[in-house]
């Protein structure tokens, strides 16, 4: 046996026992010789590449786009990314091989087959964005059973935006919402849908900060079967259409990518959409809330945020002011939420006088849902039936000296020498002085002490508190 022979046995033994797709090619790039896996790669068997030249394969799309190709014209090593026609991901690397006068003689180039990889990275993004869909429906559940169908308020800023929002509520104008977060835009947005004509039509919510650039335009807009590698082959509406006849909720819409601004606003221009990967386009007929923490107007004159796009949405502006700058919801936001999760966890919790008095001067950097949170967790986490400063997570020790001692305890009762229907008619006697001092009327001091009206009045002339 030759050399030769030897060498060829051995070049075609490499060949066929590669995992990668091996192509050598003459530097014309012309198909010299192919691994035996060919086949299952690109569709094609070594017959149907050896002899011609990769130039032809791209044309036909087997080597789409050819590496060979792109080393011949770039004159050194490249690595591209390719679609076979077996619907294959592969990652090809072309090598160029010079003569002692540096002319290119032969081109070897391995592709490697990422399909299982790049399926398991789709399918991850995918899982991915059903776990933010499922986080943000939980909370949306959760937020619904926290809170009552009447919005707490007391203060008159808000008291204004509440009949803002039932004058708007009739019209399909687009609204924006302005304000921090956790101020409660998406009530606002909620109470806007459920006082509207479409209230009995499907409420599409879409966080627009949580959703990956690289899936955004496929959950806003769909997609048609196979517009992409891992597409559901029934296709898939997306979150505009489903909002058809219904309200469009797009919250933290300043972190749209600028590429799909331009698409959202062609869709509010036409009232139509196009599917990823579609030919025909589908009316719609929704109307828009949007909703945001940052200043849109700097985004403008910064190019983040499309001029065009900001006054399609700035029909009619709402802003919606932090829980520092209306004090007097605070008290009432408090009770709201104590009760219902008094209800949830089936207690009895109260607040001290000096409890309140610190959360009335908090300045509630998280606003209503810091508040609600933490009044969820001092319900859970109290050791008494009274809550006091103490438990309060913001008083730091060094400041809980000179608060008020906490009252109603056995044993400063004990220590003040009182029987039991002495201590219960101090109590007693403590808490309506507390309801009348917050409250203007009975009326009001017996819902909040949960008593009748008449038992009010006949207690606050017993305890004589009335005649101070």
């Known amino acids: 046996m030759s050399d030769f022979e030897l060498l060829k046995i051995e070049l075609d033994g490499i060949l066929d026992a590669s995992n990668d797709n091996i192509v050598v090619t003459d530097g014309e790039g012309k198909v010299l010789r192919v691994s035996a896996n060919c086949l299952s790669i690109y569709g094609k068997t070594k017959e149907d590449l050896i002899g011609k030249t990769v130039f032809q394969l791209e044309k036909e799309y087997i080597f789409y786009p050819s590496v060979t190709a792109k080393v011949l014209r770039e004159r050194k090593e490249v690595q591209v990314m390719q679609k076979t026609p077996t619907n294959k991901v592969v990652m090809a690397t072309g090598i160029p091989l010079t003569n002692s006068s540096g002319k290119i003689v032969r081109i070897i180039s391995f592709s490697h087959d990422l399909t299982e990889i790049q399926q398991l990275r789709e399918d991850y993004e995918q899982l991915r964005i059903k776990m933010l869909r499922y986080e943000s429906e939980i909370e949306e559940l959760r937020e619904k059973e926290s809170k009552a169908d009447e919005i707490v308020t007391k203060s008159k800023t808000m008291q204004d935006i509440y009949h803002m929002v039932q ?130 107007e700097e985004m403008v004159s910064q190019g983040k945020f499309r001029k065009d796009l900001f006054y399609r949405l700035h029909v009619i502006p709402i802003i919606v002011p932090p829980l520092r700058e209306r004090k007097e919801d605070i008290y009432h936001f408090t009770q709201h939420y104590l009760a219902i999760f008094n209800h949830k966890y089936e207690t009895n919790k109260v607040l001290h006088p000096s409890t309140i008095a610190i959360l009335q001067n908090y300045d509630w950097p998280g606003n209503v849902r810091e508040l609600e949170n933490l009044m969820e967790r001092l319900v859970i986490t109290s050791t008494s039936n009274v809550i006091y400063p103490s438990n309060l997570p913001f008083v730091e020790e060094t400041d809980k000296v ?67």
């Open 402 to 468: 000179g608060l008020p001692a906490e009252e109603w305890t056995t044993e400063a009762f004990e220590q003040q020498g009182l029987t039991l229907q002495e201590a219960l008619r101090e109590v007693e006697k403590n808490w309506l002085k507390r309801a009348y001092r917050q409250y203007k009327t009975t009326y009001e001091m017996a819902k909040y002490l949960g008593l009748s009206q008449s038992t009010v009045v006949r207690r606050l002339k017993e305890y004589q508190i009335n005649s101070k």
């Open 167 to 296: 004058r708007v509520a009739a019209s399909d104008a687009t609204v924006v919402l302005l304000g921090e977060s956790g101020v409660g835009k998406n009530v606002i947005a909620h109470m806007l849908h459920d006082k509207s004509q479409r209230k009995n039509q499907s409420f599409m919510e879409v966080n627009c900060g949580a959703i990956p650039d690289t899936l955004f335009e496929s959950e806003i807009f769909g997609y048609e079967p196979g517009a992409f590698t891992g597409a559901d082959k029934n296709g898939k509406p997306g979150m505009i259409e489903l909002a058809d006849r219904g309200t469009l909720f797009l919250d933290e819409i300043a972190e749209l990518p600028l590429a799909i601004q331009v698409k959202l606003l062609k869709v509010l221009q036409e009232k139509r959409i196009t599917r990823i990967g579609g030919s025909t386009g589908k009316d719609v007929d929704f109307r828009l809330i949007a909703a945001t923490n940052q200043n849109l």
